[in-house]
């Protein structure tokens, strides 16, 4: 059986060529990116480049790139760290209901520790509820977080009125763009954001590495410490093969987004066209969305058990759901979009990616309908 991996929202393959351009790395550039001898000085020129590559990918200049463990210890950092360096009388937070976790959770850890953390609403279209936004800031917001684009229903967030609204105040705004980089031309200046955080796993390159961008002025406390690496904003000796994936992946993905997007815009449309005429699926969000994703509603249907049996079946989707000590959670993005509970419980997440050819899809859509039809007549 030839397996099918449709779940590139959660993670993607090392692009050979990333890999091309990291081998040589772990082979031999062994040296201290912070030695002064020829060994560090080595690793110091190719973590430079790198950044620039990183900075240039998003309109930023190379001092305005830190790098990370990802985009998990980027939102992190920037949270925490803007909180750190907040003036008492700025210091509440605002983040979007259906930001990624890495959001979310650190903001609900803040709120624990003693912070002002307020949530923004979303739409039933999964997008933020600007209104919403404008009534919760003041002039004690120090930050608003809105991701770019949404992981699970793909739907690609209004970042111009969030920057209006958010600056307007004086609050920093910080957009998750971990799941818009590679899909969407990203911009640090259009629309203007302060904190932006990025992965290197969602693009083709490795795991474990992302970047912070940290506007030049924009005052933020590191989250780590230790050495002085990347200018006493991140500790610790850097990831040299790392960071050289990184930058690889980035050029990748430069080259050819907008041909890929288009591609990858028309399988997506297509697998979802065919669920929902022969499946009785249910679209979830709206335009515009990131090419790749869908999230789609099967009635009747337990989203778990179908992934599950998708996967028997040699097709990997996932549930918006996350699954935290043995129980399912029930999507947080899809239950603050409104949906009904039932609607929640059986909703999928399809996500293409650079490997997915028109033949996977037909092959894909196949298996999904006679999983779904099998579940409807209790024929598990
Ligand atoms: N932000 C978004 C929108 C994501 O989709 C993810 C990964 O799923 C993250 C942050 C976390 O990134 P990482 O896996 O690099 O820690």
């Known amino acids: 059986m030839e397996r099918i991996y449709l779940d590139f929202n959660a993670t993607t393959p090392l692009d050979p060529r990333v890999l091309e351009a990291m081998l040589p790395v772990l082979q031999s550039t062994f040296g201290n990116a912070s030695s002064i001898h020829w060994f560090g000085q080595r690793a110091r020129a190719l973590v430079e480049e790198a950044r620039e590559t990183v900075a240039a990918f998003v309109g930023a200049e190379s001092g305005e790139i830190v790098f990370t463990g990802g985009g998990t210890e980027s ?5 925490r760290g803007a909180l750190a360096a907040a003036s008492p009388e700025r210091r509440k937070v605002l983040v979007s209901a259906t930001d990624h976790h890495a959001v979310t959770h650190t903001a609900e850890a803040l709120r624990r520790e003693g912070a002002s953390v307020v949530v923004i609403r979303s739409q039933t279209n999964g997008s933020v509820d600007l209104e919403d936004l404008a009534a919760k800031l003041d002039d004690a917001t120090l930050l608003v ?3 770019a684009a949404n992981n699970e229903v793909g739907i690609v967030q209004p970042s111009e009125q969030v920057a209006q609204l958010a600056h307007a105040r004086g609050a920093l705004f910080l957009s998750d763009a971990v799941q818009a980089a590679g899909k969407l031309p990203l911009d640090v200046n259009d629309p203007p954001v302060d904190l932006m955080a990025l992965s290197a796993h969602k693009l083709y390159g490795p795991k ?4 912070l961008y940290v506007r030049r002025g924009t005052r933020i406390k590191p989250l780590i410490h230790g050495g002085g690496q990347e200018r006493n904003r991140r500790a610790g000796t850097e990831n040299v093969a790392a960071v050289v994936g990184f930058a690889a992946a980035v050029r990748l993905a430069s080259a050819d987004m907008a041909s890929e997007s288009r591609r990858l815009r028309g399988l997506r449309d297509r697998i979802e066209q065919r669920l929902v005429e022969r499946a009785g699926a249910e679209r979830n969000g709206e335009e515009p969305r ?10 009747g249907v337990e989203a778990e058990r179908l992934v599950m049996a998708l996967d028997l079946a040699g097709v990997a989707v996932s549930t918006g759901a996350a699954c935290s000590a043995g129980a399912i959670e029930p999507s947080h993005v899809l239950k603050a979009m409104g949906l009904p509970p039932a609607r929640v419980q059986s909703s999928v997440r399809i996500s293409l990616g650079r490997s997915t050819t028109p033949d996977e899809i037909d092959e894909a859509a196949a298996r999904i309908e006679k999983a779904v039809e099998r579940q409807r007549g209790g024929n598990v």
Do not use: E
């Open 75 to 79: 939102d992190n950092a920037a949270l």
């Open 290 to 299: 990131v090419p790749n994703t869908a999230s789609l509603s099967f009635p």
């Open 208 to 211: 474990g590495v992302g970047a």
């Open 145 to 147: 977080a809105v991701m």
